[in-house]
Each structure stands twice: as structure tokens, then as C-alpha cells.
């Protein structure tokens, strides 16, 4: 099933005649069910008082980035859009890969995905910074009650996999485990390479916890900010932009207008100095045979795009 964004909506009007003003009360913070991740903050924070280490800097980043490629690839390309195909088990490592995020479950991430394209930028949006502003758009909504549940209309695709589904009621498993296997890596080089001067505690603080407070912000900047700054290359309904700095910081995701205007296209960036780097280990993967069916943008379709035409939105 591939996804494309709704035409039938009213286009909006200025923002600052579209700002909505106030707080439901079911919008305010969930200090309970959002503990985890205010804590997850705490944590990371921690980490410069294990110390340094340019081994667990060096963890920092690659799990950064091994995991904005799960996230990108997984809980969005695949689950939400669909946008190529590949095998059960595949599918289920993806899962639990994109999990390790810490970033909630798979059927929650994609239905409320899902329903941001089809009101993007409308009253209906789940976080249009637009009408809501910064903070809300970037992480006021994922912490506030109104949005905890999963949406299940939205993805029923996804929910017939019960092992989705049991991986969506159980998105902290995933987290655990790589926390614990970090720390344990950690404690393996302190008593095999000692000359790296790293250890469990510090590994398990720069390597899981700084890096997914990281992980957290950079992918919320694309609900934020790529709504707010950079180039609107393509005409839609919306506010989306394009920004070649927030696209290397998440792996092609920055191409946003890109991707609102060709929703149920896998690669987001489009020509060749758009660099995707998720576009480019999905493309590996596809000629390992471990994914495929990739969707692509025809040439028509750019064309018709490119003149300011709307179909296909």
C-alpha cells in the first residue's frame, strides 16, 4: 500500500491568523508516561561526569547514526509509507533495530505519521509548528497524554503482524537490551583494552544515553523546523522545505518538501547533490536481495512537479 498525501483540505491562511492560543488539558505534559524519556535527558547529562574517552565518543556517534538510519528507513520509509518491500523476518529486525530508538512503538510512530500527512499543516495536524509553534511541534506532543495511544485505524496493515503488534506494547524491550549490551561491551574493553580508557559506565552514558537524547532531537527536527526554514522547492498544502544541513544530520530526511510532495517515494532526495544517505544502505540492502521494489519519482511525475502541478499529492 503506498500513501499519498490528501488534496481535499482548506488550504490554511496565515499562520499568525491560524495560531491556535490555550492548552487542553489533555495536552499538558504526562509527567507519568513521559518519565522515561525527561529521565533519558537526565542520563545523558551524565555522561560528562564519567568522563571522556574518544572510544565513547566514537560509540556516541556510530550508534547516532547506526540507529537515525532505523528510524529513517524503518519507522518511517517502510512502516509509514510502505515505500519498498522486503522479506517477514527482515521486517521484524527493522523493528526491533528502529525500536532501539527509544522513540515509542512501530504501530504508534507510523499511524500518527500517517495522519501528519494527511492533515499536514492544517488544524487537524498532529504538530504543525505552524499553527502550534516550535516546542509543541518539536516534542510537545510526544510527551503530552492526548497522543499516547496508538492510532490502530491507521495501521492496519501493520497490526496484522503480531509480532508488531507485541513489539508496539513492548517498545522499551528493544532499548534495554542495546543499553545492556553496550554497557557489557564497555566493561569487556576496560578489562581486554585498557589503553582505550573506557568502561561500562562510561560507554553505556555516552553510547546509549547521550546518543539517543541526540538521536531524539534530530529527528524531531524534521516535525519542527523543516516546516519553518529552508526552500520550498515543490508546491503543496503545506508548509514543508527542504534543507541540505537537517537532511546530513538525519540521513536524508531533510529533503522534506521533497518527501511531501512525493510521499510514496523511498529516496528524498532527489538529484544527485541531495545527499541520502539512508536512500543510498537502502539501495545496498536492495542489491543484496534483502530489500526491493523500491518506489522511485518517473520522470513525469518530476516534470509535472516541477511546472507547479499538483497531482498526485
Given at each position: 500500500m503506498l500513501l499519498k498525501a490528501e488534496n481535499k483540505r482548506e488550504p490554511i491562511g496565515p499562520p499568525a491568523l491560524e495560531r491556535i492560543h490555550?492548552?487542553?488539558?489533555d495536552e499538558k505534559i504526562d509527567w507519568v508516561k513521559s518519565a522515561g524519556f525527561f529521565l533519558v535527558h537526565l542520563a545523558g547529562l551524565f555522561a560528562f561526569l564519567t568522563g571522556f574517552s574518544w572510544t565513547a565518543l566514537a560509540m556516541c556517534f556510530f550508534m547516532y547514526f547506526f540507529r537515525m538510519f532505523a528510524v529513517t528507513a524503518g519507522y518511517h520509509r517502510y512502516f509509514s509509507h510502505r515505500s519498498f518491500k522486503t522479506s517477514r523476518f527482515f521486517q521484524l529486525v527493522l523493528a526491533l533495530w528502529a525500536s532501539s530508538s527509544g522513540q515509542k512503538g512501530i504501530l504508534w510512530w507510523a499511524a500518527h505519521h500517517r495522519h501528519h500527512h494527511k492533515y499536514s499543516d492544517t488544524k487537524d495536524d498532529i504538530h504543525s509548528p505552524i499553527l502550534r509553534g516550535f516546542w509543541w511541534a518539536h516534542m510537545g506532543w510526544?510527551?503530552?497524554?492526548?497522543?499516547?495511544?496508538?492510532?490502530?485505524?491507521?495501521?492496519?496493515d501493520l497490526a496484522v503482524y503480531p509480532e508488531l503488534r507485541w513489539l508496539n506494547k513492548h517498545y522499551g524491550l528493544a532499548p534495554f537490551l542495546l543499553a545492556a549490551a553496550i554497557f557489557g561491551f564497555g566493561e569487556v574493553l576496560r578489562l581486554y583494552a585498557p589503553g582505550l580508557h573506557t568502561n561500562g559506565i562510561q560507554m553505556i552514558a555516552w553510547g546509549f544515553f547521550t546518543s539517543t537524547v541526540l538521536l531524539y532531537h534530530g529527528t524531531f527536527l524534521i516535525n519542527s523546523l523543516t516546516h519553518m526554514v529552508g526552500r520550498q522547492r515543490f508546491r503543496t498544502n503545506d508548509y514543508s522545505k527542504n534543507s541540505f544541513i537537517l537532511a546530513l544530520i538525519?540521513?536524508?530526511?531533510?529533503?522534506?518538501?521533497?518527501?511531501?510532495?512525493?510521499?510514496?517515494?523511498?529516496?528524498?532526495?532527489?538529484?544527485?547533490?541531495?545527499?541520502?544517505?539512508?536512500?543510498?544502505?537502502?539501495?545496498?540492502?536492495?542489491w543484496l536481495g534483502i530489500v526491493w521494489d523500491i518506489q522511485t519519482i518517473s520522470p513525469e511525475a518530476l516534470e509535472s512537479a516541477s511546472r507547479g502541478g499538483t497531482d498526485g499529492i
Open positions: 490555550g492548552m487542553a488539558q510526544v510527551v503530552c497524554q492526548k497522543y499516547q495511544a496508538t492510532r490502530e485505524e491507521s495501521v492496519k538525519t540521513m536524508g530526511e531533510g529533503w522534506h518538501n521533497n518527501h511531501h510532495r512525493f510521499p510514496y517515494a523511498e529516496p528524498q532526495g532527489i538529484y544527485w547533490w541531495e545527499v541520502d544517505g539512508s536512500h543510498y544502505l537502502l539501495k545496498f540492502l536492495s
